[in-house]
């Protein structure tokens, strides 16, 4: 273009709110907000039961339990000791 074109036909302002990069940095806080207030109001409306401490919660594993449970604590012991368990 030339400059007596330039003068002729001046570029034309868009409006903000046409501007892809504008939608583009308003966008990600915008929607980082609603999340959160999303997950605020969930919740507000669903929480969570208080546990009663006052009584002992202990709980003793049947045969049949500590049987399924034995790879899991072989696997804790293995991870606090630095041994290889021997197989049975």
């Given at each position: 273009m030339t400059t007596a074109q330039a003068l002729k036909n001046p570029p034309v302002a868009r409006a903000w709110w046409r501007e892809p990069y504008v939608w583009l940095v308003i966008g990600?806080?915008?929607?980082?907000?609603?999340?959160?207030?999303?997950?605020?109001?969930?919740?507000?409306?669903?929480?969570?039961?208080?546990?009663?401490?006052?009584?002992?919660?202990?709980?003793?594993?049947?045969?049949?339990?500590?049987?399924?449970?034995?790879p899991a604590g072989q696997a804790r012991n293995h991870a606090t000791t630095a041994t290889v368990p021997v197989k049975p």
């Open positions: 990600g806080p915008a929607v980082v907000v609603v999340a959160g207030i999303a997950t605020a109001i969930i919740a507000m409306t669903n929480p969570d039961p208080v546990l009663d401490r006052s009584a002992p919660q202990t709980r003793t594993a049947s045969p049949d339990e500590a049987f399924k449970l034995a």
